[in-house]
């Protein structure tokens, strides 16, 4: 008993578990890329990545989480 954050430990486990993800798509052809999240992302934004087929720009589609797969 000496943590008193009040959060129980198995749901900051499963944060620390959970990876978060990026769907990346080309405004002009809709190819879609997956990749990790980076910081201040959000749905909508224009990203710096480019298509890698038309090299146009990409923005986010979505955001999400996902568990890593046990092995
Ligand atoms: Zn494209």
């Known amino acids: 008993m000496s943590s008193s954050k009040g959060y129980p430990r198995s749901i900051q ?13 080309c ?3 809709g190819e879609e890329i997956e990749r990790s999240f980076k910081k201040g992302e959000y ?3 224009l ?14 589609k979505y955001i999400y989480m996902r ?5």
């Open 13 to 25: 486990e499963l944060i620390s578990r959970v990876q978060v993800f990026s769907l990346l798509k």
């Open 43 to 45: 749905v909508g934004k």
């Open 67 to 71: 568990k890593p797969r046990k092995r």
């Open 47 to 60: 990203t710096e990545e480019k298509c890698p087929k038309c090299g146009d720009k990409m923005f986010v």
């Open 27 to 29: 405004r002009r052809c």
